[in-house]
């Protein structure tokens, strides 16, 4: 239904307009009078085998929303409805920020992908997790046994440079504790007017050092989000700065500012322009890297794949090759809202035909 009717009513629209469109639609049914316990019931404890405790939080499932989707906590409803084990908010940043002009959201229908400028757009760090607070408070069923991590950048402000910008992070980050369960720092931002990253070993330990000091016993676990784009010999130094640093995590990967192996015309890329590249595209790369990292880190360090899933057999592979946890966005667009259910229902038929009594004792990618 959703490819034959829904999705060519939404694709009429502008990209960020059809995503407004959807949400406000599916919030409003989850807002009926009886709709929060159904909800909330429809797919608790659906999906038993799935559930793990990964970074000393349990998940119910390992299919989790990407950052973007998202930005202000404003669907943690719609999202529990869909099927959802976890939700990563954000990008949050210190300042608010309305984003860059519109248009900045664009789809590539032949390479089932998305390519986004939309500038970090966002109510602002305090606001945001203020919000996540009040949430919790007035309707704790709808966060019990729903992870929240929340993802935070640096200001879209080309003038926060060098000491001020870690200074941002780190207000983002006293805000995020407060209300996550575990915390991304998104260092690989291509959105941003200056196109800067933190992306750089000596810049990358001064942001981690800065928040080191800012930590406290008990604060959420930190988890660094990467570029697809960065050279191997790169990341390795990144992930060597991470590691001498407690990270506890890394998502794999962020959008891709490359345009290689596309079947969309050139001449339509040139118009959109620049932006970060999402969806179908990425799944390649996003499984090298996951298998790559899973090879040198300790088995305990959590690995979150983001990148190109959009079906239950890249989802699969993606846990083979090493990953915890699972985070799509343009997936969505292309393949609906039942995407999150035929993932969680194609791993379970996978793990009783394989005799595995739990997703956590999946056999993953050992060197």
């Not at 405790?53 to 719609?78: C, H, M, Q, S, W």
């Not at 676990?221 to 010999?233: E, G, R």
């Amino acid at each position: 239904m959703y490819t034959s009717l829904i999705r060519p009513l939404l694709f009429q629209l502008d990209p960020e307009k059809a995503h407004h469109v959807a949400t406000r639609i599916g919030t409003a049914l989850c807002s009926l009078p009886g709709a929060g316990p159904r909800m909330v019931q429809r797919y608790a404890g659906n999906w038993p085998r799935l559930e793990q405790e990964v970074l000393g939080i349990r998940f119910p499932n390992p299919v989790g929303i990407a950052a973007g989707f998202d930005k202000n906590a404003g669907y943690t409803g719609l999202l529990r409805f869909m099927g959802f084990g976890y939700a990563e908010y954000g990008s949050i940043t210190a300042k608010p920020s309305p984003g860059n002009p519109q248009p900045r959201l664009f789809r590539l229908r032949k390479d089932r992908a998305l390519i986004n400028r939309m500038g970090l757009n966002n109510d602002g760090a305090e606001t945001v997790c203020k919000h996540i607070l009040e949430k919790k408070t007035a309707e704790p069923p709808l966060f019990e046994n729903f992870p929240c991590g929340i993802n935070i950048a640096k200001t879209h402000d080309p003038r926060i440079t060098g000491d001020d910008a870690i200074r941002d992070y780190i207000a983002s980050y006293t805000f995020a504790r407060t209300a996550a369960d575990y915390i991304t720092i998104n260092i690989s931002c291509p959105n941003t007017r200056e196109g800067k990253t933190f992306e750089d070993k000596k810049a990358l330990i001064e942001l981690l050092d800065g928040l080191g000091e800012a930590r406290k016993n008990g604060d959420p676990p930190l988890l660094v989000k990467f570029s697809p784009d960065t050279k191997s010999t790169v990341s390795d130094e990144l992930v060597t700065v991470c590691e001498e640093r407690s990270v506890q995590g890394y998502v794999l990967t962020n959008t891709s500012s490359k345009r290689h192996g596309l079947r969309t015309p050139g001449e339509q890329l040139e118009k959109i322009g620049p932006g970060g590249l999402s969806g179908a595209p990425l799944f390649p790369g996003t499984l090298n890297r996951i298998a790559r990292l899973r090879r040198q880190l300790p088995k305990d360090r959590i690995l979150i794949a983001c990148g190109g899933i959009d079906s239950p057999k890249r989802a699969m592979e993606l846990l083979s090759a090493g990953a915890n946890l699972l985070q799509l966005y343009t997936g969505l667009i292309y393949q609906g809202p039942a995407l999150v259910a035929k993932i969680n229902e194609f791993l379970v038929r996978k793990l009783h035909d394989q005799g595995i009594p739990s997703l956590s004792q999946w056999p993953r990618y050992e060197s």
